[in-house]
């Protein structure tokens, strides 16, 4: 994926890629985590750069390619500090 790539020094922010889920690298931060497809909700907190997530209440949509039960329950209760000042967000 392209964001794995981007090169900074900007960080950019996305969402819009639900197959992927929550993506952290350098850069940039991925924070769909699918929501519309039974996953989470996840948002980025600043200025302290916290994710929070949440469950969703049930699937509204299907997912094109089926989910692994462990991911879904891996993003389940993601809360993380990410600070790209001082240092690269952590891997999840």
């Not at 940039?28 to 302290?48: Q, S």
């Not at 989910?67 to 891997?91: F, G, K, L, Q, Y």
Request: proline share 12%; aromatic share 8%; glycine share 6%.
């Amino acid at each position: 994926p392209w964001a794995q790539s981007w090169e900074g020094p900007e960080l950019v922010i996305f969402g819009h890629d639900a197959t992927r889920r929550l993506q952290v690298h350098k850069y940039a931060l991925g924070l769909d985590t699918g929501c519309v497809h039974g996953g989470n909700l996840t948002a980025l907190i600043l200025p302290e750069f916290r994710l929070i997530s949440v469950r969703a209440q049930h699937m509204y949509k299907p997912p094109k390619i089926p989910w692994e039960d462990d991911i879904t329950a891996a993003a389940a209760s993601v809360v993380t500090p990410v600070d790209p000042v001082s240092s690269p967000p952590p891997s999840l």
